[in-house]
């Protein structure tokens, strides 16, 4: 059996050998088409090349020229130039991936090929950090593509499967996305190469909604959305995950539920809308309602793939659909209730300790960043922890888990959370820390391959993007580090300024810090390093009585310190 990779390629030099190290396993020959337009070709293919030579390989390379009236910096047509990587190859079987891609298991994929009796086979595709996890058409027989399965689309192309054509869906392998980054500039070429077929298509309408929304434009991409639904012709899976996006950007609150009502039509056997309806009702303080849409939503099976959307979220049928039934069972005074619900999927092995003050919308989607970001995300608890006279944050935090303290200090609250988390790990979360794919299964990495396990006392040093000394801006450490400190994460004397210095100080000096700070970066916007505000948060943590109270603290508590902790 041969098998043939097809792939498109930009300017990927300091990608495609990862790429192709990681699908070495499967394939026989490399179908190679550069599509960059008018831009200067980089070295991909002549690193393509290198690889297939040093690797056995053979390799086949073809460049894709734009229509001559579309002048572009990009590819004009992704669907036309992936068909030209197709007819270039020869394997018995084609396969695809994008040079921002790795798979799970290669020599999985070539038995599952040689096990395959259909002649298009779809795998998962894990598309990191989006919660996404959809079918695509990977691999199909020479004859089957021969007989005008072709790609279609000029953006998002999918394979148009002529009838007949038999099709398996496997689960594994898995195909894991993981680009560099999704650029404005990646918004930008789609939105070009998509006004070129605009003219009234539905799937171009969405599509371009689609893109609006995922850069954050509200006004163009309610507007193409809105476009879109008017389409009698639009896929029902478009329609559908057009209908959740609009509810999502909606600022009218009876707009967003019809907008949640109506993708539920258009699919009542998945668990999205159902999922949107309840968060829909809880801003609206409906919570019986919403508990109503959580509990049926909750009671909706994995639909078979057949009926499932493109854009299906395998999140709604296992740690989201648990986190939202348990917020709304927290909101109807069912706290045992909840707790049995989040304990569906285990005692959690990471607790997140996150307080936060006077930025209840910020926090919210702090929350969520996180979650969505692991790679376990049910093995995560997440808890709240809210000052007492910041009146709205203790209303959002009612539906999660949460404490509350009396103190309008940080310490305090992260202390009050550390005192009922269960996790073996513990992470001091705040509204400004924007965590990297599959953070949780970084941290435990690090202390795996230092020799320890989760029973060790142990801290973790992280980069934050920004400090280049030792200082431990995220205090990251085991429970036994915790008993070892009296079962407070900070000293409780402290209201702010200076408990990290002395988190860091004991740390170091004790000799438990397993330093990932070249290998692990959680990006901490503080306005001290970014273009962040000084918001009334800050300038409450910061003000100089607290500064000279935890300076005067730390060096009658620590007079060991070196003085370099002597700085905020």
Not at 479 to 487: A, E, H, K, S, V
């Amino acid at each position: 059996m041969r098998v043939s990779l097809c792939v498109i390629c930009g300017n990927e030099e300091a990608i495609i050998e990862r790429m192709l190290t990681s699908f070495a396993g499967a394939f026989d020959q490399l179908s190679l088409v550069r599509a960059i337009g008018t831009t200067a070709p980089d070295a991909t293919a002549d690193k393509a090349a290198a690889w297939c030579a040093a690797n056995g390989k053979d390799y086949v390379f073809t460049v894709y020229e734009n229509d001559p009236d579309f002048p572009f910096e990009h590819v004009d047509d992704f669907a036309a130039a992936r068909n030209l990587a197709f007819e270039k190859g020869d394997g018995d079987w084609l396969i695809w991936c994008d040079c921002d891609d790795i798979i799970d298991n290669a020599a999985g994929l070539r038995a599952a090929l040689e096990a395959a009796s259909a002649q298009l086979v779809r795998f998962p595709y894990d598309v990191v950090g989006t919660g996404k996890r959809p079918m695509r058409e990977r691999a199909i027989r020479r004859d089957a593509f021969n007989l005008k399965n072709r790609w279609r689309f000029p953006v998002h192309e999918n394979l148009r499967v002529v009838r007949g054509t038999t099709i398996s869906d496997l689960e594994a392998p898995v195909w894991i996305h993981q680009p560099k980054m999704i650029s404005v500039t990646n918004r930008k070429r789609n939105r070009a190469i998509l006004s070129k077929a605009l003219a009234n298509a539905s799937t171009n309408y969405f599509y371009v909604h689609q893109e609006w929304t995922c850069e954050g434009n509200k006004f163009n991409a309610i507007k193409f959305g809105k476009l879109a639904l008017a389409c009698p012709d639009l896929d029902p899976s478009f329609r559908y995950e057009t209908n959740l996006n609009l509810c999502k950007l909606s600022s009218d609150n009876q707009e967003a539920l019809a907008y949640a009502l109506e993708a539920f039509a258009v699919l009542p056997w998945c668990r999205e809308a159902k999922a949107m309806l309840a968060l829909t009702l809880i801003d609206r303080g409906a919570f019986e309602r919403a508990l109503h849409f959580a509990q049926q939503m909750d009671e909706t099976p994995l639909p078979p793939p057949e009926k499932r959307p493109w854009t299906h979220e395998p999140k709604w049928y296992g740690w989201a659909g648990n986190d939202i039934l348990a917020r709304c069972l927290r909101l109807a005074g069912r706290m045992a209730d909840a707790k049995a619900v989040q304990r569906r999927t285990g005692k959690p092995v990471i607790s997140l300790l996150h307080a936060t003050r006077g930025r209840a919308a910020q926090a919210n989607a702090t929350r969520s960043h996180w979650l969505n970001l692991a790679k376990n995300p049910e093995r995560i608890e997440h808890i709240f922890a809210v000052d007492a006279d910041d009146a709205e944050s203790v209303k959002m935090s009612r539906q999660f888990q949460s404490v509350i303290s009396t103190k309008q200090s940080c310490v305090a609250a992260w202390n009050m959370a550390a005192k009922v988390a269960e996790g073996d790990l513990l992470v001091q979360l705040s509204d400004d820390w924007i965590a990297c794919p599959n953070w949780d299964e970084m941290l435990l990495a690090e202390i795996a391959n230092a020799g320890k396990g989760l029973m060790d006392e142990v801290a973790i040093a992280i980069h934050d993007g920004s400090r280049g000394d030792e200082l431990l801006c995220m205090a990251i450490l085991t429970r036994r580090r915790l008993d070892r400190q009296g079962g407070e994460l900070f000293h409780e004397g402290y209201q702010s300024v200076f408990s990290d210095n002395e988190f860091s100080h004991r740390a170091w000096r004790d000799g438990i810090v397993i330093d990932a700070r070249t290998r692990v970066m959680f990006h901490h916007r503080h306005p001290l390093f970014s273009k962040g505000q000084w918001d009334a948060t800050y300038k409450h943590n910061n003000t100089k009585e607290r500064y000279e109270a935890g300076l005067e603290l730390f060096k009658q508590r620590n007079p060991d310190a070196d003085p370099k902790w002597t700085t905020p």
